[in-house]
């Protein structure tokens, strides 16, 4: 027996020895391949690149992982307390692993394996920084060996403010968070300082799982696992009761970020065009995971109202031209909302619907007759369009003509029809235009919806500093999702009319006065292979001898031909090149009337140096960019000031910061430009449209193009140019009569008008060498005595007001002494004006 016994104990420690010695070879070999941990000493992980408007408010966001990074000593207390307390409550006293964790782990591990659940691992914070860094996520024995390696390592390399410094900036936390501050901001728009007990408990909380913890689809798991961990804060003493009561008796108060781009639908033209820059100057991997710091030059107030406005007023122009059917049709069953969700997806991912277009919904009609059509959503909610709310909808045939009046709604809508609508949340519907001012609407229907569709037509707006160049607002599209294209930037379109005042620019810069005379009357001159016979907006009218003032504000396009050619196409070609208005102008007259290609960023660039004295201005997005450590690496403004960096005050002078713009124009011709240009929005053919918008001075040119394909208007109050374009994008007609009047001029004036709404009205600047001279406005002399129509008109210093120089018929070319090859394909430019 004691034979047997001690066989036996000499047979098992040989086996302990045995196993004791394989394990420590095992470990051994294991140690030999662990990873590099101490490359975690210079952890730099890929970060979020934020996009700043000039006010400092958010923008955009691009990354590939939504992250920010934030030192340990940044982060406050009862942050960093809330996720020890919940995942690691001997975080502070262990060295890397905590075998009574691990014991309790496997013990739970067998109720899991029964109950087929995830097993636990009973991983310190060390060893969830070891696996998230260096290792897999794989649930191998192997895995879990190499974790606790590494971890023992780390808590002998690394102070413990260190690991959880990682752990914080690297744990993933939903809603497209990677550590931390990405979760302070997406959850709850707050930065870590901000963040309260309970906030700060519910981050702490979703760790084990994000999804099973969503604030808004498992909102009472929520709230029990985030006052869990309130618990686990006051029983560790990170709190008191009274902190703990209070915290619990907080809503959760969490919310879903939108996705990473662009934080507003106003800012996604604007915040593409930022992307692209970005790219440009220092590659695609510095801006998703350089977590640069971007300052750019967007006033948000304005954007939005930029957005608004062109939407609303694209909208306004479609309806005017009829209803043009549905976006789609589907088969309407007992299981119509979900397959009308189907449809939805499905239509997003065409670019027929997008996301952006809210409060627009997309719908489906269930059934329509006279009074009304009933619609539902996807998310089984019914409504109704009453009839009053879709006259608009009469059949689009062309763009100038349309079906007959809607009577009924079963003559629009049919069931099975998917479009958008918009809930009606005025008290009453709308009046008739012809309606008197005293009568009475109906009521509204309860739970109306009016039909809408998304415009055909498109457009732009861009509002610039004049003095900097500092873009303001820009809007490219009516929506980002359904077109990506930026129609103030990409689209390159002839300017009608809105060209005339360089042409003028260059007029006055020769000798001519804007009260010189030019002759407006049938003008002929060669071209390539044809004669050039331009004529005014209304077919076969003149209007004879005018000044150059009203040859702008009546945009007579016969006498801009005629002073163009007494000017020289080679002189107006340079001089416009000063401007940056073109790459290619073609070298003929019709270029007087706007028939080379421009876009509507250049153009209104352009307008600016009319606007602040002829200085010529370089249109900026971006204003600065600083790296992740707060270094700036671009900056706009390059201009020195060493006067600047004074601490205190000690009775020096303000500092005086040199002007380094090119001076591209006289600046008494661009006052003399800019008066005439007033003039248009006072007197001429912007008058009816933006004159009466707003009491504070606005100057500005209409512009259109050749059967109506384009409409412009750009203009500017004396620190704010704006420019709006309006047309298709695969070039047609607006409609007769859709000139830039009456499409573009209307927008321009929303905008300015909310723009300006809180300014002072200060006039536009006079430099010195202007005089001022009261003149009859229809012959350009100095007006006399009591004499009526009189205003007062911008002279050089130099100028004779008495000694206008006169243009006629001597300027005019000869149509016999250069009569070209053939008189086939005669052009005739009506329209442009």
């Given at each position: 027996?004691?034979k047997f016994?001690?066989v036996?104990?000499?047979?098992?420690?040989i086996?302990?020895?045995?196993v004791?010695?394989?394990?420590a070879?095992?470990l051994?070999?294991?140690?030999?391949?662990?990873?590099?941990?101490?490359?975690?000493?210079?952890?730099?992980p890929?970060?979020?690149?934020r996009?700043?408007a000039?006010d400092?408010s958010?923008v955009?966001?691009?990354?590939r992982?939504?992250?920010?990074?934030?030192?340990?000593?940044?982060?406050?207390?009862?942050?960093?307390?809330?996720?020890?307390?919940?995942?690691d409550q001997s975080?502070?006293?262990h060295?890397?692993?905590?075998?009574?964790?691990?014991?309790?782990a496997q013990?739970?591990n067998?109720g899991?394996?029964?109950?087929?659940?995830?097993?636990?691992g009973?991983?310190?914070?060390?060893?969830?920084?070891?696996?998230n860094f260096?290792?897999?996520?794989?649930?191998?024995?192997?895995?879990?060996?190499?974790?606790?390696?590494?971890?023992r390592?780390m808590e002998?390399?690394?102070?413990?403010?260190?690991?959880?410094?990682l752990?914080?900036?690297?744990i993933?936390l939903?809603?497209?968070?990677?550590?931390?501050?990405?979760?302070?901001?997406n959850?709850?728009d707050?930065?870590?300082d901000?963040?309260?007990i309970?906030?700060a408990?519910?981050l702490a909380?979703?760790?084990?799982?994000?999804?099973?913890y969503?604030?808004?689809?498992?909102?009472?798991?929520a709230?029990?696992?985030?006052?869990?961990v309130?618990?686990?804060?006051e029983?560790?003493g990170?709190?008191?009761?009274?902190?703990?009561?209070?915290?619990?008796?907080?809503?959760l108060g969490a919310?879903?970020?939108?996705?990473?781009?662009?934080?507003d639908?106003?800012?996604?033209?604007f915040a593409?065009e930022?992307?692209k820059?970005?790219?440009d100057?220092?590659?695609?991997?510095?801006?998703y995971?350089g977590?640069?710091?971007?300052r750019?030059?967007?006033?948000?107030?304005?954007?939005?109202k930029?957005?608004?406005?062109?939407?609303?007023?694209l909208?306004?122009?479609?309806?005017?031209?009829?209803?043009?059917?549905?976006?789609?049709?589907?088969?309407v069953g007992d299981?119509?909302?979900?397959?009308?969700?189907?449809?939805?997806?499905?239509?997003?991912?065409?670019?027929k619907?997008?996301?952006?277009?809210?409060?627009?919904?997309?719908?489906?009609?269930?059934?329509s007759n006279?009074?009304a059509?009933e619609?539902?959503?996807?998310?089984g909610?019914?409504a109704?369009?009453?009839?009053?709310?879709?006259?608009?909808a009469?059949?689009?045939i062309?763009?100038?003509d349309l079906?007959?009046?809607v009577?009924s709604?079963?003559?629009?809508?049919?069931s099975?029809?998917?479009?958008?609508?918009?809930k009606y949340?005025?008290?009453?519907?709308?009046?008739?235009?012809?309606?008197p001012?005293d009568a009475?609407a109906?009521p509204t229907p309860e739970?109306?919806y009016?039909l809408?569709?998304?415009?055909?037509?498109?457009g732009?707006?861009i509002?610039?500093?004049?003095?900097?160049?500092?873009?303001?607002?820009?809007?490219?599209?009516?929506?980002?999702?359904?077109s990506?294209?930026?129609?103030a930037?990409?689209?390159?379109?002839?300017?009608?009319?809105?060209f005339?005042?360089?042409?003028y620019?260059?007029a006055?810069?020769?000798?001519?006065?804007?009260?010189?005379i030019v002759?407006?009357a049938?003008?002929?001159?060669?071209s390539?292979?044809?004669?050039y016979?331009?004529?005014?907006?209304?077919?076969g009218?003149y209007?004879?001898?005018?000044?150059l003032?009203?040859?702008?504000e009546?945009?007579r396009n016969?006498?801009t031909a005629?002073l163009?050619?007494?000017?020289?196409?080679?002189?107006i070609?340079e001089?416009?090149?000063?401007?940056?208005?073109?790459?290619h102008?073609?070298?003929?007259?019709?270029?007087?009337?706007?028939a080379?290609?421009?876009?509507l960023?250049k153009?209104?660039?352009?307008?600016?140096?009319?606007?602040n004295?002829?200085?010529?201005?370089?249109?900026?997005l971006?204003?600065r960019?600083?790296d992740?450590?707060g270094?700036?690496?671009?900056?706009?403004?390059?201009?020195?000031c060493?006067?600047?960096?004074?601490t205190?005050w000690?009775?020096?002078s303000?500092?005086?910061?040199?002007?380094?713009?090119?001076?591209?124009m006289?600046?008494?011709?661009?006052?003399?430009?800019?008066?005439?240009?007033?003039?248009v929005?006072?007197?001429?053919?912007?008058?009816r449209t933006?004159?009466?918008?707003?009491?504070?001075?606005?100057?500005?040119k209409?512009?259109t193009?050749?059967?109506?394909?384009?409409?412009w208007f750009?203009?500017f109050?004396?620190?704010?140019?704006a420019?709006v374009?309006?047309g298709f994008d695969?070039?047609?007609?607006?409609g007769?009569?859709e000139a830039?009047?009456?499409?573009?001029a209307?927008?321009?004036?929303?905008f300015?008008?909310?723009?300006?709404?809180?300014?002072?009205?200060?006039?536009?600047?006079?430099p010195?060498?202007?005089?001022?001279?009261?003149v009859?406005?229809?012959?350009g002399?100095?007006?006399?005595a009591g004499?009526?129509?009189?205003i007062?008109?911008?002279?050089k210093?130099e100028?004779?007001?008495n000694?206008?120089?006169v243009?006629?018929?001597?300027?005019?070319?000869?149509?016999l002494?250069?009569?070209?090859?053939?008189?086939?394909n005669?052009e005739?430019i009506?329209?442009l004006?």
């Amino acid at each position: 027996m004691f034979k047997f016994v001690g066989v036996a104990f000499a047979a098992g420690a040989i086996g302990v020895i045995g196993v004791a010695g394989f394990t420590a070879w095992y470990l051994n070999e294991l140690n030999k391949d662990l990873p590099d941990y101490e490359q975690l000493a210079e952890y730099a992980p890929p970060v979020t690149t934020r996009v700043y408007a000039g006010d400092g408010s958010l923008v955009a966001e691009f990354a590939r992982e939504r992250r920010l990074f934030v030192p340990i000593e940044a982060m406050p207390d009862h942050v960093k307390y809330a996720f020890v307390s919940a995942e690691d409550q001997s975080f502070y006293e262990h060295s890397g692993i905590d075998f009574r964790g691990l014991v309790r782990a496997q013990v739970s591990n067998i109720g899991n394996i029964l109950r087929g659940r995830r097993l636990e691992g009973g991983s310190t914070i060390t060893q969830q920084v070891a696996k998230n860094f260096l290792l897999t996520s794989e649930q191998k024995v192997e895995r879990k060996l190499r974790e606790m390696l590494i971890a023992r390592k780390m808590e002998r390399t690394f102070t413990k403010d260190h690991i959880l410094e990682l752990y914080l900036n690297e744990i993933y936390l939903g809603n497209r968070s990677y550590g931390v501050a990405a979760a302070a901001l997406n959850y709850f728009d707050k930065s870590l300082d901000e963040l309260t007990i309970a906030e700060a408990s519910y981050l702490a909380a979703i760790t084990k799982g994000p999804s099973n913890y969503h604030p808004i689809d498992h909102e009472a798991r929520a709230v029990e696992r985030r006052n869990y961990v309130i618990g686990r804060l006051e029983a560790d003493g990170r709190i008191t009761p009274e902190e703990a009561a209070e915290a619990e008796a907080q809503p959760l108060g969490a919310h879903i970020a939108p996705p990473l781009g662009a934080r507003d639908w106003t800012m996604e033209y604007f915040a593409e065009e930022v992307r692209k820059q970005i790219v440009d100057l220092y590659g695609v991997e510095a801006l998703y995971d350089g977590g640069l710091a971007v300052r750019t030059s967007v006033d948000p107030n304005l954007q939005t109202k930029a957005g608004e406005v062109l939407r609303r007023w694209l909208v306004t122009y479609d309806q005017r031209h009829g209803w043009r059917g549905a976006i789609a049709t589907m088969e309407v069953g007992d299981d119509w909302a979900e397959a009308l969700s189907a449809n939805v997806d499905q239509l997003k991912n065409a670019r027929k619907l997008s996301d952006d277009m809210a409060p627009w919904r997309p719908a489906v009609v269930l059934s329509s007759n006279d009074s009304a059509a009933e619609i539902g959503f996807p998310d089984g909610e019914k409504a109704i369009v009453p009839v009053e709310l879709l006259r608009w909808a009469r059949a689009y045939i062309s763009a100038n003509d349309l079906g007959p009046e809607v009577t009924s709604a079963s003559s629009v809508l049919k069931s099975g029809d998917i479009v958008y609508v918009e809930k009606y949340g005025e008290t009453t519907l709308p009046k008739k235009d012809d309606a008197p001012a005293d009568a009475k609407a109906k009521p509204t229907p309860e739970n109306s919806y009016a039909l809408r569709q998304a415009p055909a037509v498109n457009g732009g707006l861009i509002a610039i500093d004049p003095h900097t160049g500092r873009v303001l607002a820009m809007v490219g599209g009516f929506s980002f999702q359904l077109s990506e294209f930026n129609r103030a930037i990409q689209a390159e379109r002839q300017p009608g009319s809105t060209f005339k005042p360089f042409v003028y620019s260059v007029a006055l810069d020769s000798g001519y006065t804007p009260s010189s005379i030019v002759l407006d009357a049938p003008f002929v001159a060669p071209s390539l292979d044809s004669w050039y016979k331009p004529g005014n907006y209304i077919e076969g009218r003149y209007y004879g001898p005018s000044t150059l003032r009203l040859g702008v504000e009546q945009s007579r396009n016969a006498m801009t031909a005629r002073l163009a050619q007494d000017l020289g196409i080679g002189r107006i070609m340079e001089y416009v090149e000063r401007f940056k208005l073109s790459d290619h102008l073609p070298r003929e007259l019709a270029i007087s009337l706007g028939a080379g290609e421009t876009t509507l960023m250049k153009i209104t660039a352009a307008y600016s140096v009319f606007d602040n004295g002829g200085k010529r201005v370089e249109p900026v997005l971006i204003d600065r960019i600083q790296d992740r450590t707060g270094k700036t690496i671009y900056k706009r403004d390059t201009r020195e000031c060493s006067a600047c960096n004074a601490t205190i005050w000690s009775g020096q002078s303000e500092p005086q910061i040199p002007d380094t713009r090119e001076q591209v124009m006289d600046p008494r011709t661009a006052y003399q430009i800019t008066s005439i240009l007033e003039g248009v929005v006072v007197r001429g053919t912007a008058a009816r449209t933006v004159g009466g918008a707003t009491d504070k001075p606005l100057a500005g040119k209409t512009g259109t193009t050749n059967d109506y394909k384009d409409a412009w208007f750009v203009g500017f109050s004396p620190d704010i140019a704006a420019g709006v374009y309006v047309g298709f994008d695969m070039p047609q007609t607006l409609g007769q009569g859709e000139a830039g009047g009456t499409v573009a001029a209307p927008i321009f004036a929303a905008f300015m008008n909310e723009a300006l709404k809180d300014k002072a009205g200060i006039p536009f600047r006079v430099p010195s060498g202007v005089r001022l001279v009261r003149v009859n406005a229809r012959t350009g002399k100095p007006a006399g005595a009591g004499e009526t129509n009189v205003i007062l008109e911008a002279f050089k210093a130099e100028d004779d007001p008495n000694a206008s120089r006169v243009l006629d018929d001597d300027y005019t070319l000869d149509p016999l002494s250069a009569a070209p090859a053939s008189e086939e394909n005669n052009e005739d430019i009506n329209g442009l004006y």
